[in-house]
């Protein structure tokens, strides 16, 4: 009776035995690579949802100081005592000196604190109001001289007529006048800058190879246009409609048609009217572009001067 090959068969059991360990581990590795994709995901959405509502406290405590600025003015002119709104002005302005650290903003401390200022500004009307019936005593008593002066008045009324509608004429034309010296953006290209530095053009970029982007406007001459120091701001807007900003890369805010606006970048210049090149080179601190289109809108002095448009695939 032969003897069984019995050493050759555990040879290929332990070879079957350590591909399936092999296999095991490739797997757990890319379980866990793709769970620290996720987690990374997640962070940056939490970093940019977090930077959002940094800016809109910081431009409701701006409204706030405004509207704080205004109420004191007026109490003074009626009479009244501001110490107590001076130290809520100065407790204001600590709240919006702290909004910089990012990562210690707690966004229902700061809701509570706006509610407790926009009380404090209703309670001052209410103050106002009030000033301004004890006021209206000395008006009542004024009122026989108010009358006496009317026929005075009435003289004067058709030249204050003829003055206003000069007025009116005078500001139509200045305001023919800015719009038409207002800077217009000829070009406005935005190229992907890599990790390395090196920059791709054609307006579609892989967002592994996008670090930054490259945007380069081209100012068109314009003799009407004063030779002075000027602001520019840009609004790289993702395909979702939220600015891409970061308090922390210097995005802020600006005032377009009498509203708050956030920017993603800014940049002073010289205007000198030789169809001038401004660059921009903006990265995410590390975050990549969300895929997609994304526009770029270019202000400056108050008026929207061009726009472009770039696709991370």
Known sequence: MEPRPQPQNNSRSYLLAALLILA????????????????NKTKDATIAAKTEEVLIAKTKLDSISAQLDTKIAEIQRLGGSVDSLMKVKAQLEVDKRELKNVSSFDGKKYDQKIKNYQAILVQKDQEIARLKEENGVLSQQNESLTQENNGLKAEKQSLSDSVVSVTIKNQELAEKVTIAAALHAETVTINAVNAKGKESDGGSYKAKKTDKIHISILLSPNGLAKKDEKLVYIRVIDPAGAVVSDLATGSGEFIYNNQGMIYTAMQKFTFDNSRQRLDFFYGRGGQSFKEGKHTVEVYCEGFRIGEGEFTIR
């Open 24 to 39: 095991a581990l490739n797997v757990l590795l890319l379980y866990f690579y793709y769970q620290e994709r996720q987690d």
